[in-house]
């Protein structure tokens, strides 16, 4: 069975500091790979997904994550964060259309 | 991406009564995917539903406490039975759209038991 775990549950940080959010998951198979962002008191938004091709994803607003084979994880960088950056992140982990399964969560507290 | 409809919003209900949850998509999709997310927590896979069968239910879902329906390929409802406080969740569905390689989700439904 698939399984998600995010290695931190708290991130603290202050504004444009890098950040890394941890994400390591098990599957026999080949997975996609996903993270998602959830501001307060809003809905799940996607923020990059790994299907196949290059193991380095990006998202439009400066995230990045690789995808690393040999070590089952995928972790979502930031070189430089910003206060609106402050959410919960969600690692999920599909295999081909399976339904998607959930990390706990990573709680990212950014401060000036 | 598919869009989702998801109805209601929220609602306040009394311990013993139970709600049904509709998701409207835009588009034709052959898997439904209910999930539940209480009060912070992450989100845990409750069923998926496929049009034309029963739904096949994760460990520590059963269909008498959470029936789903789904008529066609386009709606699914998600019914929370006999409801008590620890019911109070956001409850969403999502879609699998191969073409976008991707899941999309409705905006939940935030259900608080009293």
């Known amino acids: 069975a698939q399984s998600v775990t995010q290695l931190d549950s708290q991130v603290p940080v202050f504004e444009e500091a890098p950040v890394e959010l941890r994400c390591n998951y098990s599957?026999?198979?080949?997975?996609?790979l996903f993270w998602y962002v959830q501001y307060p008191n809003q809905g799940l938004q996607l923020l990059l997904k790994y299907l196949s091709g290059s193991t380095l994803v990006e998202s439009i607003n400066g995230f990045e994550a690789e995808f690393n084979k040999s070590q089952t994880s995928f972790h979502l960088r930031k070189p430089s964060v910003h206060i609106s950056d402050t959410a919960e992140y969600f690692c999920a982990v599909d295999q081909a259309g399976t339904a998607l399964i959930f990390g706990k969560g990573t709680t990212l507290s950014v401060s000036s | 991406s598919a869009v989702i409809s998801q109805k209601p919003s929220r609602d306040i209900c009394q311990r013993g009564t139970s709600l049904t949850i509709q998701c409207q998509v835009d588009s034709q999709v052959t898997m439904m995917f209910w999930y539940r997310q209480q009060p912070g927590q992450s989100l845990t896979l409750i069923a998926t539903?496929?049009?034309?069968?029963?739904?096949?239910?994760e460990s520590g879902f059963v269909i008498d406490k959470f029936p789903i329906s789904r008529p066609n390929l386009t709606f699914s409802t998600l019914t929370v039975s006999n409801m008590s406080p620890e019911d109070s969740s956001i409850y969403l569905c999502?879609?699998?759209?191969?073409?976008?390689?991707?899941?999309?989700f409705g905006s939940g439904t935030r259900l608080t038991v009293v």
């Open positions: 999502s879609v699998y759209s191969p073409r976008q390689g991707g899941y999309t």
């Open positions: 599957s026999s198979v080949s997975v996609y």
């Open positions: 539903a496929n049009q034309g069968s029963e739904a096949t239910y």
